[in-house]
């Protein structure tokens, strides 16, 4: 079920949005006390990003989970004892009995090295004498540490509750918030694409022409494109389609929506498409009275990604990428050629007969990274990687992305590079890569509290070069709670999951902020 609407951490499409809300949250788990906001619009995936950041939750962390908090302030008491297995009084309705247990647990449980977080859905359903008694929860701590780290999750009405006069003092006790929109058009497509991909879809199932109304219908609400898509597929299936095509997913949003409802989003969309058509009209008129010239295409993503503006002329007779496999070439060997340029942009001449690419990069320092994600994250990677790709037919082959200048992308296709526009890329993509990342010196693993050695020694004297100080002397650091502060810090501000664990991605970073010399998707040099 590959549409199905059970928050199913397997499915989360990481779009940037999600990929900094889910580090807020795990920001919020290893700081010290007060809390974390995370507020979206109904069916925006707070939920499945709450499930991701459970299975991801330290083993030294208890946590209460309260999925219901239309309560009285004694039920939320008794749930939260009940959550983390404290035991009170049977029958008990003192509100100072169910703090004293639970401060006596908090204490018991920081002294023994865990940490407590109390994590709360639906918190817009809170009223204020609850959300007083959330608040003083917080209250409890040591000379040193607060005791309680709590995450609220909420519809967009809860951050107008907060900014209230009467609960200021819980507003100010709020150490990281972030708000999740909608999905863009092209995350839509990539984000159905995903989805389909995960549970084990080898065909392509929707027409590209589906997606720019999909997004249109369900307004970039995950939740909603879930819902017209697995209706859609039932409509291919019943209309004997092996694809879904426009009047079907159009037939899908009525039967999803009512009648009604369908007809008051179609007005709605109408007048949406004419404000933005008036705005266009507007920016067009600005921009020629001001001689602006073409910009490149904007990439939202937490630090921004500069691109750089290619002046390099697109080579005659190159044209636009036509997404299919050259007629000339076998498809079975389209894997094989991508891996094999791939392995060209770093230097390295693969040798089909010796070994898998992936164990001749190895051979030669490099090792192999594969995950799905969205351009946004190849970009903020900034590495050459192969892409899986399907065509007309729904037919996976595999092309190699090598550059992006501007809107558009350099590929190698078979043995011959093309040029595409960057906003076609999501509809033809599965989602998944493949790219090259160079190790440390005697990298084993990612380095985590405790490890010493080379790639310690590595990773400080990176870090010292970004952050402009000096590299600890000596052959053979630890990779202590410093050194951990300040990869956590790095990876924030890369908009990565401030775990302290320096694994693939967080490498990747370090070697991109400081300039290794390895091949890039995009040049970002002054003046390049």
Request: positive net charge; contains cysteine.
């Amino acid at each position: 079920m590959p549409f199905s609407i059970s928050p199913d951490p397997r499915y989360l499409y990481m779009s940037d949005q999600h990929r900094e809300a889910l580090a807020h949250l795990v920001y919020g788990i290893n700081s010290e006390g007060g809390f974390v906001l995370l507020t979206g619009e109904v069916g925006t995936g707070k939920t499945t990003i709450c499930r991701c950041l459970l299975d991801q939750t330290p083993e030294d962390t208890n946590i209460a989970f309260v999925l219901n908090p239309r309560l009285t302030v004694e039920e939320l008491l008794a749930t939260i004892c009940n959550e983390l297995s404290i035991h009170y009084p049977e029958g008990n309705t003192s509100i100072k009995v169910f703090v004293d247990h639970i401060n006596a647990y908090l204490l018991d449980a920081h002294a023994r090295g865990r940490k407590t977080v109390l994590i709360i859905e639906e918190a817009q359903n809170l009223n204020a004498d609850l959300l007083e008694q959330v608040r003083l929860l917080t209250n409890l701590e040591t000379n040193k540490h607060k005791l309680l780290q709590i995450i609220m999750l909420g519809q967009p009405e809860l951050k107008n509750m907060l900014s209230r006069t009467e609960l200021r003092q819980l507003a100010q006790r709020i150490t990281a918030r972030y708000h999740i929109g909608p999905l863009s058009k092209e995350e839509v497509a990539a984000y159905v694409n995903h989805r389909l991909s995960v549970a084990g879809a080898w065909n392509k199932l929707f027409l590209d022409s589906t997606y720019g109304k999909l997004y249109h219908l369900s307004k970039g609400i995950p939740r909603l494109i879930n819902l017209i898509c697995d209706r859609a597929l039932l409509g291919a299936y019943v209309q004997g389609k092996d694809r879904v095509d426009k009047s079907t997913l159009v037939k899908a949003a009525r039967e999803v929506f009512g009648e009604p409802g369908f007809r008051k989003y179609r007005n709605l969309f109408r007048w949406v498409l004419a404000g933005m058509a008036l705005i266009g009209c507007a920016a067009a008129l600005t921009a020629i009275y001001y001689n602006y010239q073409t910009q490149p295409l904007a990439v939202v993503t937490s630090p921004p990604v500069q691109q750089a503006i290619s002046t390099r002329p697109v080579e005659e007779g190159s044209g636009l990428l036509q997404w299919d496999w050259p007629a000339d070439e076998p498809i079975y060997r389209s894997e094989g050629l991508a891996y094999q340029s791939l392995l060209k942009q770093w230097g390295v001449i693969y040798k089909p007969n010796n070994g898998s690419a992936c164990q001749q990069a190895m051979t030669q320092g490099l090792s192999c990274l594969g995950a799905r994600g969205s351009l946004d994250s190849l970009l903020h990677l900034n590495s050459p990687a192969v892409l899986k790709m399907f065509n007309d037919q729904g037919r996976v082959f595999y092309v190699t992305l090598t550059a992006i200048q501007g809107q558009t992308a350099t590929f190698i296709i078979g043995n011959k590079t093309k040029i595409a526009d960057v906003k076609d890329v999501a509809l033809r993509w599965s989602g998944d890569y493949t790219l090259l990342w160079r190790m440390p010196p005697k990298y084993q693993g990612s380095v985590k509290r405790g490890d010493q050695g080379p790639v310690v020694q590595w990773l400080d004297r990176k870090l010292a070069l970004i952050q402009g100080r000096k590299a600890q002397s000596g052959e053979n650091p630890l990779y202590d709670d410093i050194l951990i502060k300040q990869v956590k810090n790095f990876q924030l501000s890369e908009g990565l999951v401030p775990d302290g664990i320096v694994g693939p991605q967080t490498l990747i970073r370090l070697n991109s902020a400081v300039g290794t010399g390895d091949p890039v998707l995009v040049d970002r040099r002054k003046g390049k």
